[in-house]
């Protein structure tokens, strides 16, 4: 039988893994752990292992972070103010999806990034993807 306090993980896990833009398939490649562990864990059917949560810790802060860049990269293309969002991480050994980079800009949006981000920074602002690096738009698929 598992208590309240496995069930609330659950609840809070899966509301911690969707701010950060991350699904639950990549949740586990960030965690290294099975899939059915992260369903389990949600469902309130396993507890949340402390570990996860110092590993969701320091996700946030990471996330955080990629927020304030973003807010950062705001600037002014032929008159109008543009954000360009990278379609993946900088950095090929981490693996960061691009809802990661969504669930930055939708925390730009909503005003629930840290509190030393101004969210009227992406007022008037029109969001751009960014291709990887070496890739043209004709070479991704339709």
Do not use: C, N, Y
Not at 27 to 33: A, F, H, I, P, S
Not at 63 to 81: Q, Y
Request: no cysteine.
């Amino acid at each position: 039988m598992v208590g309240a306090a496995g069930v609330a993980g659950g609840v809070e896990l899966a509301v911690a893994r969707d701010r950060l833009g991350l699904s639950q398939s990549d949740l586990t490649r960030v965690l290294g752990v099975g899939a059915r562990s992260v369903r389990r864990w949600e469902m309130g059917e396993d507890l949340v292992p402390a570990g996860v949560w110092e590993t969701l810790d320091a996700l946030r802060a990471e996330h955080d972070e990629t927020v304030r860049e973003l807010s950062a990269a705001v600037r002014v293309v032929d008159g109008a103010a543009v954000l360009e969002v990278p379609l993946h991480g900088g950095d090929p050994a981490v693996f960061r999806p691009r809802a990661w980079f969504v669930g930055a800009v939708r925390r730009l949006l909503d005003g629930s990034g840290p509190e030393d981000v101004d969210p009227a920074v992406l007022d008037g602002v029109a969001l751009r993807w960014g291709l990887p690096e070496g890739t043209s738009a004709a070479a991704l698929p339709g």
